[in-house]
């Protein structure tokens, strides 16, 4: 697994702006770690599947975390970083990229560093698919197996992706003898990752499947997104962000703005430069604050520091998770982009 940095970074008061922040190195969000070993009857514990394999590599820490409770299930859209997917014992089901000709599984053939560099040398818009049933299926089963009380499984928007149909598929087979729910995150990328974070930090603390269930609901109805676009060109050429119209035809030199609403990707502002859209981005946050949780993912965005910087000088006592937007998403909204998520905190 690529090296992965933990701690506050930046100067005396830890970041940008004093900004306290937990910063991942570009292809370590979805890397994958050493060959797995045995563990029991239960088998290795996956920190990532491959579809048509009944396992990929994943971490060696992993397989040392106890078994009990619930285990706490989500897709590669959640573009966690590796690190955080360890920490909590969290298993992922990864979507395929298509790159040309190639079909790629995100996280295991590709990384988001890997993405970019495809992408700018390929002439064609990168597209996704959902991961089949049967490897949402087969992730149950295992967890049934290695010992656990119950899944969450926590997905893409249904809205934008099959993902949500393919786990409510994969967990009516009845191969897992436990039981399951299947939630639909209404969001994307880490507006989906940190709803999946929160998950496993109660089941962590021996919450019931009901307690998480409810917990994650509530969430969900208080997660925002906003992402400021680097571009329009895969706006034009893909057909997954609703309202695109409303971009596209304009003889000025715009800026994107969108926002996931009720599950959808929609056309939230445009701004004329990238600074203010930056500073629209961190007034959405201020306009919300206190939030519960702060996230910022970023698709090979060179100013990444500058909106750190700006989120640390207006909430200079917030702590910020940063990571990669990965393939699923930035596929769809191109080099470039970077973005906001948060849980509101009613």
Not at 82 to 110: F, H, M, S, W, Y
């Amino acid at each position: 697994m690529d090296q992965c940095h933990h701690g506050w970074r930046g100067g005396p008061g830890g970041g940008p702006g004093g900004l306290r922040s937990r910063r991942w190195p570009a292809g370590s969000g979805n890397s994958l770690g050493s060959d797995r070993s045995s563990r029991g009857n239960g088998g290795s514990r996956p920190g990532r599947w491959t579809l048509g394999c009944p396992f990929s590599s994943s971490p060696p820490h992993l397989d040392s975390l106890p078994v009990a409770g619930l285990q706490v299930v989500t897709d590669s859209a959640s573009d966690l970083p590796e690190a955080v997917l360890a920490e909590l014992g969290i298993v992922v089901v990864p979507l395929t990229i298509r790159i040309g000709e190639n079909d790629l599984v995100d996280g295991k053939d590709l990384t988001p560093t890997q993405f970019w560099e495809r992408c700018a040398n390929s002439p064609v818009l990168p597209e996704t698919a959902a991961p089949a049933p049967g490897a949402f299926a087969q992730a149950f089963s295992w967890a049934a197996e290695a010992g656990h009380s119950g899944v969450i499984c926590v997905t893409l928007s249904g809205a934008l992706s099959g993902t949500f149909d393919a786990a409510r598929a994969g967990a009516s087979t009845g191969s897992s003898s436990i039981p399951i729910r299947v939630i639909d995150s209404r969001s994307v990328t880490m507006g989906e990752g940190l709803t999946v974070m929160a998950a496993a930090r109660m089941a962590a603390e021996g919450k019931s499947l009901d307690q998480v269930a409810k917990a994650v609901e509530s969430l969900v109805s208080r997660t925002r997104v906003y992402g400021a676009l680097g571009g329009l060109d895969h706006l034009k050429k893909g057909g997954r962000i609703g309202g695109a119209q409303a971009f596209l035809g304009s003889l000025l030199s715009i800026k994107p703005i969108i926002e996931v609403r009720n599950g959808r990707v929609e056309a939230e502002s445009r701004q004329r430069t990238r600074g203010r859209s930056l500073d629209y981005l961190v007034d959405k946050v201020r306009q919300h604050a206190p939030v519960e949780q702060l996230a910022v993912m970023h698709g090979d965005a060179p100013d990444l520091d500058d909106l750190l910087a700006r989120i640390g000088a207006a909430l200079p006592d917030q702590e910020v998770l940063v990571g990669d937007l990965g393939p699923v998403v930035g596929a769809h909204t191109g080099p470039g982009t970077m973005g906001v998520t948060f849980h509101t905190t009613s």
